[in-house]
């Protein structure tokens, strides 16, 4: 058996000599490298285990140019991100995938115009192997910055430009947003609801609110202007939207409001009004996340997207996509509870 003097750590001669191989056949097992036989990769993992060898991470490093951190950019304010239970789901799915690849996360926010740089500046210094964007506006920055920097990169939501068309050249994930919104206004409709209002997301923001909104339209084109109010995917944006839209539209007797948490915002003004839900006025949300639709009242109706596996599709994809870029849209349903 190889003995290290007291206190020195296994190397990886010790672990070649052991094994019978060279040492550049121990550091290809160590990578999980192709062409190396099975039975010589159990043999050398077996005596890692038995000799206790840790790999050194500065020496693979300056080998591999991989620093096993990953940048997670979102182009939000952080008190905002850490109120808001969806990026909370989105960011645990990212680190639960992250973590089964030996990386973590370094959290980057833009909250003003001079963040730009200093984000450029830190994923352009081989502080991270690659990046996950989102929340992003539309003709930002940050597609053009990842180009520049020709850093991997998956995006959180389709990239768009101001003009609508999608940024090539991207891999991306996202729900399907405008079909979930045409379930839960096909259900509203299905109810004999006859003034269905909807509260919707910023239009400058990810590509989520434009398409749930197109999704409300496909299904009622003819709606007026007056039954449509834009929030900012807030609870407080939510209330005053839905306060707006009672003073405009007192007889509606829908909503479907782009998130859950506005759904909540907009179940809070109406039970100050006096209007019962399901009854007077049915509620339906978007993204079905348990910590909001279960304990509203009555608990929402939504529409299901998996938060949390959309976020480890997003670091899957960084570590284990094609060549080519590619994208994953994640099928929604409608959940049926109470409010409608």
Known sequence: MTRRPHGQRPTIEDVARRSGVSRSTVSRVINGE????????EQVRQVIAELGYVPNQAARQLVTHRTNAVAVV???PDNRLFLDPYFDCLLRGIRREL?????????????????HARVADYLGGGHVDGAILFSLHPGGRLHDMIARLGLPAVFGGRPLLRDGDTVRGHA????????????AVHHLVSLGREHIATITGPYDQEQSAAERLAGYRDVLPDAPPALVERADYTRQGAVAAM?????????????????????SGALEVLHARGRRVPEDVAVVGFDDLAEIAEATDPPLTTVHQDVGEMGRLMARLLFEGPAEPSSVVV?????????A
């Open 99 to 115: 973590a089964c690849h030996g990386a973590q996360a370094v959290l980057l926010f833009i909250d003003e115009p001079d963040d």
């Open 74 to 76: 979102a182009d939000q």
């Open 243 to 263: 306060t707006a839209l009672l003073d405009r539209r007192p007889g509606l007797d829908a909503v479907f409001a782009a998130s859950d948490l506005m759904a």
């Open 172 to 183: 991306y994930v996202d729900g399907d947003n405008r079909g979930g919104a045409r379930q």
């Open 34 to 41: 192709p062409k190396v036989r099975a039975e010589v990769v």
């Open 331 to 339: 099928p929604t349903r409608l959940v049926l509870r109470d409010s």
